[in-house]
């Protein structure tokens, strides 16, 4: 099932932090992290194991609550390039242990100056 | 490295036509899957292969697509006969696992009209 994001839209400016989250009603193995820019690919940007937080490049970090099955996404003093669409990806191990992704919503975050 | 690969960028054809999205995945990733993006679905799952086998075809919406990946480099999605209701942005990523990530290609941009 596909995981939920929220906000599903955010307006920041420069400097200003965000906070995005990711809900799965499912136990989940790992949560990506991807951004988007308006007509190109997703881009990694982290990835979270079990509990585990990680800091990723730039100001950007993220948190991983198994128990809850919640990732939050943390950008802090938000630069213009921050700008596009988050999307988070959750894994569930399959019978053949091997990895699946279900992206979420996503999250339109617009940094004006 | 180039990164992962597809062919065409865009794609225009009329309903009924056989449709051939191509993927070179980046060299020594072992997982490649096949997504396609809508406004209304987000980013969906449709195919995804392990070591050149196909683990999961659970996300392929009808008989009319179909995958194939004949060796490690290479990967095709073919819908036939194509639909409107086909037209999206299809993306191909490939995964060497662990903590990388995915890496996406450019995506195809299919219109059926």
């Known amino acids: 099932q596909q995981p939920v994001q929220s906000p599903q839209a955010v307006i920041l400016r420069e400097g200003e932090d965000a906070v995005i989250n990711c809900s799965s009603s499912?136990?989940?193995?790992?949560v990506h992290w991807y951004r988007q820019k308006h007509g190109e690919a997703p881009v990694f940007l982290m990835i979270l194991l079990k509990g585990g937080e990680q800091k990723g490049h730039e100001k950007i970090s993220a948190s991983f609550n198994e128990k809850k099955q919640q990732s939050s996404l943390y950008l802090t003093a938000s630069q213009l390039s921050y700008s596009g669409t988050y999307f988070c990806g959750t894994e569930i191990r399959s019978n053949f242990g091997n990895e699946k992704l279900t992206f979420g919503t996503g999250t339109r975050l617009t940094i004006i100056p | 490295d180039a990164g992962v690969i597809q062919s065409p960028r865009h794609e225009v054809t009329e309903m009924g036509q056989e449709v051939t999205l191509r993927c070179k995945p980046i060299?020594?990733?072992?997982?490649l899957f096949w997504y396609r993006q809508t406004m209304m679905r987000g980013l969906e799952l449709l195919i995804y292969?392990?070591?050149?086998?196909?683990?999961?075809d659970s996300g392929m919406p009808e008989d009319r697509f179909s995958a194939k990946m004949p060796n490690a480099s290479f990967s095709t999605l073919k819908i036939q006969p194509s639909e409107p209701r086909d037209s999206a942005v299809y993306f191909c990523a490939s995964s060497l696992g662990g903590r990388l990530g995915y890496t996406f290609g450019s995506g195809t941009r299919l219109t059926v009209v």
């Open positions: 292969f392990n070591n050149n086998v196909p683990i999961d």
């Open positions: 499912k136990a989940l193995y790992s």
């Open positions: 060299s020594g990733h072992n997982s």
